[in-house]
């Protein structure tokens, strides 16, 4: 059975690929949602992808999340350094949520630093691009506890008696 997972994009995020390259890289809205679909798929969560320029809308969801026990991984713009809103909204989460970025904020302007998510997070993870959001979903992963789609059926795998025995490390370990 997989997961379902919201990835949550705030305002301007709808503009990737067009909008500061620089520091934003070219890969666009879809690029991003089809990144998670996929990185989705390998990791047992089944992820769906939206962006909203509205804040009402985007705690709506949030709500959405709690009320259905869903993780979130979350990329709340802007909204991220001053929506109370927001942060109040994800304080009654239900589930893991990791907050995303990717740039990274805290080597950026002084306003990008503060972040009022953070503190209502499991986890932050920013600066990686897209692999910010792919790391965001194995931390999803491994919170709520799904196993990966792609892994071997327990029987394939090696049994523990070909693996290379514990016992005689063990003194060197201790030494
Ligand atoms: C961002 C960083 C925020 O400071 C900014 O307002 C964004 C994007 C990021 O993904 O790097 O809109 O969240």
């Not at 897209?130 to 029987?155: R, T, V």
């Not at 049994?159 to 490390?169: K, L, S, V």
């Amino acid at each position: 059975m997989t997961t379902p997972v919201l990835v949550l994009n705030g305002p301007n995020l709808g503009r990737l690929g067009i909008r500061e390259p620089d520091v934003y890289g070219t890969a666009t809205l879809a690029d991003l949602a089809e990144a998670c679909r996929a990185a989705g798929r390998g990791l047992g969560l089944d992820v769906a992808v939206r962006q909203t320029d509205d804040e009402a809308e985007l705690i709506r969801w949030v709500h959405e999340a709690a009320d259905t026990r869903t993780p979130v991984v979350l990329n709340p713009g802007a909204f991220t350094h001053y929506s109370y809103a927001l942060r109040d909204a994800l304080a009654m989460r239900t589930a893991p949520l990791i907050e995303v970025h990717l740039s990274n904020p805290a080597a950026r302007e002084a306003f990008r630093h503060t972040s009022v998510v953070a503190g209502v997070a499991d986890g932050t993870v920013a600066g990686f691009g897209l692999l910010s959001y792919q790391l965001a979903l194995q931390a999803i992963a491994a919170l709520a506890g799904s196993p990966p789609a792609a892994q071997a059926p327990a029987a394939a795998q090696a049994p523990a008696a070909a693996q290379a025995p514990a016992a005689p490390q063990a003194p060197e370990r201790a030494q």
